[in-house]
């Protein structure tokens, strides 16, 4: 349902843009977000927008990253500008769809994608 790609090895400094499409049976994408997940912590929040485009971020990557979407191809954004090293995690995306008109909406995942970052 969500297929994330983008992720890859930069030096530190560096930019990446991660993408995450949505397929499927899809009649509305409310709130669509990135999380990421360093090796032996716990899964953060790093970025969410609203089906209004409001954006939020965690307060690490403000100034640095930028969330955005593009309605017509069910896709979510995560340009990632001035990499750390400490923002070295595997990346997932994350959506709430409504797949029919009436029906509930349902939180979906995308499969990841590796993000490194050298010093």
């Known amino acids: 349902q969500l297929q994330a790609s983008g992720g890859g090895l930069v030096q530190a400094g560096g930019s990446l843009r991660l993408s995450c499409a949505a397929s499927g049976s899809i009649y509305a994408i409310n709130t669509m977000n990135w999380y990421r997940q360093a090796p032996g912590k716990q899964r953060e929040l790093v970025a969410t927008i609203t089906s209004d485009d409001d954006t939020d971020y965690t307060d690490s990557v403000k100034g640095r990253f930028t969330i955005s979407r593009h309605n017509a191809k069910n896709t979510v954004y995560l340009q990632m500008n001035s990499l750390k090293p400490e923002d070295t995690a595997v990346y997932y995306c994350?959506?709430?769809?409504?797949?029919?008109?009436?029906?509930?909406?349902?939180?979906?995942w995308g499969q990841g994608t590796q993000v490194t970052v050298s010093s």
């Open positions: 994350n959506a709430v769809i409504r797949e029919q008109r009436y029906s509930d909406a349902s939180q979906y």
